[in-house]
């Protein structure tokens, strides 16, 4: 499985927006980008996907970089409780429905 | 709530018990996962069937734990003679399989979290 970097921890303020970046230089071409994110106390739970176009729902934006070498999950209005850890994982759709490997993902801390 | 029930959430043991999880996972879903996450870590893969058929164990499932899934429902997870570093949380995921691949959404449940003393 190609490898992501992300930071550690991040910080923001309640109500501001927060990029959480996400390193893969070794992205396949068939390596669909997938972020889960795991509340205190709680299991993982999907956020946002994406392939190679940015990409938006209720819970976040997906920003790609174009050679995809790097993707950055937008929170556009932090709020206390989006305070989790967050994972950015890749999934190669040739492989189909396999598991799912984590890294230590982002840590992050929303001050009220 | 995910739709992904585990039970117990809280499980105190003293080395060397037995002991065993059950995850009942959203009822049209195919596929179940078990995960096990140690503090600071993210989960790590386990095991996983699909229907009743148990089709990949990864090494970190070592001759002590058993997973099952009896007419492909609920699945338990047993830890025999546990030791003090099979402490941790114990996730359960499902999804289904026929799904659009580029998804395949993971529902997991809260957890089991094991504590050996």
């Known amino acids: 499985d190609a490898k992501t970097t992300q930071p550690n921890s991040m910080e923001s303020n309640e109500e501001e927006p927060v990029h959480l970046p996400c390193n893969h230089s070794t992205i396949s071409g068939t390596d669909y980008i997938h972020w889960y994110r795991q509340l205190p106390s709680q299991g993982p739970e999907y956020v946002i996907h994406?392939?190679?176009s940015n990409v938006n729902n209720r819970m976040a934006s997906l920003a790609i970089a174009e050679d995809r070498k790097s993707s950055t999950l937008i929170l556009h209005r932090a709020t206390l409780r989006d305070a989790a850890v967050y994972y950015c994982i890749l999934r190669d759709v040739n492989t189909g429905f396999q598991k799912l490997v984590f890294g230590t993902g982002t840590r992050l801390l929303v001050s009220p | 709530d995910t739709g992904v029930s585990q039970d117990p959430r809280h499980k105190i043991t003293k080395r060397g018990q037995n002991v065993t999880f059950r995850c009942d996972p959203i009822?049209?879903?195919?596929?179940l996962y078990w995960y096990r996450q140690t503090l600071g870590q993210g989960p790590e893969f386990l095991t996983y069937?699909?229907?009743?058929?148990?089709?990949?164990k990864s090494r970190l499932l070592s001759d002590r734990f058993s997973a099952e899934r009896p007419k492909g429902s609920f699945s338990t997870l047993e830890i025999q003679r546990t030791e003090q570093g099979d402490s941790a949380m114990y996730l359960c995921?499902?999804?289904?399989?026929?799904?659009?691949?580029?998804?395949?959404?993971?529902?997991f449940g809260p957890g089991t979290r094991l504590t050996v003393l």
């Open positions: 009822s049209e879903h195919n596929r």
């Open positions: 069937f699909q229907n009743e058929a148990q089709l990949e």
């Open positions: 995921a499902s999804t289904f399989k026929w799904g659009e691949p580029s998804t395949d959404t993971q529902y």
């Open positions: 994406g392939l190679t």
